[in-house]
């Protein structure tokens, strides 16, 4: 199978799973009100779900270098299946939870994806496929919420009775989110056989005989853990997979206060309703989609990756910031569409730097770690923000600028760190004198 093949058919897997993610997690506060859960509650739903990728993201990431991607890909997407009609059938908040429990758990999918595109992708091609990920989720979180609003509305109970099947339509009305959940289940289940039929292996049969002391199995909490991964010798490593990890966690943790701040701050300041801030966020989704599906690959062609990633970083940082300075819509647009242009050239970059900094045989730990990594961000950004917000109108936006401008000097480091290894290669070797 060729290449470019391969490189859709992974873009095809995430984007058909991540539509399935879209569609639940809007949904997720409204369910659980269901059950007369407190805002408290349905932060923790969120939060669940994020705490189990940090934990267990890692060790499938792992588990994909020893045994192969498609394993792994496979157990994940089929996973989520079960996650999903978990979720449909949910007559509790204890089996709610449970749903994002096991959904979080078995959330390996995204970071094996990366480390599939690592194995089949050159250095200089890296951020162009890894672009195609970002490009999936900004899809993905676009059509996802737009089918979630589709498969609730009462004009589709309308239609199921109109065609012949009454008790059908009274029961989707009945289980107002059933289908929803059912409806993830089977994207999650085309996700499935994508893999199963469409994707080859990657990694080497000879892989799985290597010894289990090479792997990055060590609990994120653990000291052992970090040590392992500092440890990394990657062909083009420069010594900064550690820092790597702390930016995309400051860059994941920044976009993801958004989730909570903007929408307050937009129906606070600029009276905007639901629907004008939900095609913000449709707004930021078709820059992501653009910009990593497309100008990407134009972009690393002439630019190195760390020019990129470090430009990003202070457009994100300076969009950010300027939000609160907003007086209508249009200037919202302006300040949200900085931002969004930053974030979506930081994400495939840092992703491919990362992959860079890992030894061969274990990029899958630490693709694995780097996601469990940015699922600890969007598990911290909301409350943050939300926090913060009621603290001050613009106090999220100014603060969170400022710790982007973190992942900024970690950008200035990288190209300090890129100059001496390029002195170093282009040093001549010491001429030794031979005695006659």
Not at 57 to 80: C, K, Q, V
Not at 381 to 408: K, M, N, Q, R
Request: hydrophobic residues 50%.
């Amino acid at each position: 199978m060729k290449k470019r093949t391969q490189l859709a058919t992974v873009f095809f897997v995430v984007l058909i799973d991540l539509m399935g993610f879209g569609i639940v997690l809007p949904l997720l506060p409204f369910y659980a009100k269901n059950f007369h859960a407190s805002a408290i509650v349905v932060g923790l739903l969120y939060s669940v779900y994020s705490f189990a990728q940090l934990i267990f993201s890692p060790i499938w990431g792992s588990y994909s270098d020893r045994i192969g991607r498609r394993p792994i890909m496979l157990l994940s997407t089929f996973g989520a299946v079960i996650a999903y009609i978990m979720f449909g059938l949910a007559g509790s908040l204890f089996v709610l939870f449970a749903s994002r429990v096991v959904a979080g758990v078995m959330g390996g999918n995204i970071s094996t994806a990366q480390a599939y595109i690592s194995d089949i992708t050159s250095t200089e091609e890296r951020a162009k496929g890894m672009g195609l990920i970002g490009a999936a989720f900004g899809i993905g979180f676009m059509v996802g919420p737009a089918l979630a609003t589709a498969l609730i509305h009462d004009s589709l109970h309308g239609f199921i009775a109109g065609i012949g099947l009454p008790n059908v339509a009274s029961w989707m009305a009945a289980n107002k989110y059933a289908l929803p959940g059912f409806f993830a289940a089977f994207m999650s289940f085309c996700s499935f056989s994508l893999v199963l039929f469409k994707l080859p292996e990657t990694v080497d049969k000879k892989a799985k005989k290597r010894s289990s002391d090479r792997d990055v199995r060590h609990s994120v909490f653990s000291r052992s853990f970090w040590r392992k991964l500092q440890a990394q010798t990657g062909a083009d490593a420069k010594g900064m997979l550690i820092p790597l990890l702390i930016a995309y966690f400051i860059l994941t943790f920044g976009q993801s206060s958004l989730y909570s701040a903007f929408p307050l701050f937009s129906k606070a300041k600029l009276g905007m309703s639901a629907e004008q801030v939900g095609m913000q966020f449709f707004y930021i989704g078709l820059i992501a989609v653009f910009i990593q599906g497309y100008l990407i690959r134009k972009l690393t062609k002439v630019f190195k990756e760390e020019h990129i990633f470090t430009v990003g970083n202070v457009l994100m940082g300076i969009g950010l910031g300027l939000i609160p300075f907003a007086y209508d819509t249009l200037t919202l647009s302006i300040y949200l569409g900085i931002m969004a242009v930053g974030f979506s050239l930081n994400t495939p970059t840092i992703m491919s730097l990362i992959s860079k900094e890992a030894e061969e045989e274990n990029i899958g730990a630490v693709m694995g770690t780097s996601q469990g990594i940015s699922g600890l961000g969007r598990m911290l950004g909301p409350t943050w923000g939300g926090f913060l917000f009621g603290l001050s109108i613009g106090l999220p936006f100014y603060l969170t600028a400022l710790i982007i401008f973190g992942a900024v000097y970690i950008g200035i480091k990288l190209h300090q760190a890129l100059g001496l290894k390029e002195t170093k290669e282009k040093e001549p070797e010491p001429v030794t004198e031979s005695s006659s």
